[in-house]
């Protein structure tokens, strides 16, 4: 059935973290409900608004790490690519400052 995906760890690490934060909403929003307010982005926004752009952010993130590994690998004169745990750690990174102050 999944057999259409490289399931690597960071990418089912990835994927896990994404299903638990939209859990973790769920019940956040049931419990206390969300007030629109203005941060660093060019738009009032919600909790779940702010997931939604900070997800699609570390998915782009993610993206473009894996696309840039070879270049990065030879602008730093390493003798192989960099881990992907380094965009998983940037893409949360995003996610977290798009989440707190966005």
């Known amino acids: ?5 490289v399931w690597t760890l960071p990418v089912a690490v ?7 934060m939209l859990i973790g909403m769920t019940v956040w929003e049931f419990k206390s409900p969300t007030v629109a307010r203005k ?6 926004t919600t909790r779940g608004d702010r997931l939604f752009i900070g997800l699609l952010g ?4 993610n993206l473009a790490f894996v696309g840039l590994a070879g270049q ?8 192989e690519e960099p881990s992907i745990w380094f965009g998983f750690v940037l893409s949360m990174g995003w996610l977290f400052l798009v989440m707190r102050k966005g």
């Open 58 to 61: 570390a998915a782009y993130v």
């Open 72 to 79: 990065i690998a030879e602008w730093l004169s390493l003798s």
């Open 14 to 20: 990835f994927f896990t973290c994404i299903v638990l």
């Open 1 to 5: 059935m999944f057999d259409w995906m």
């Open 39 to 44: 941060g660093f982005l060019p738009l009032v």
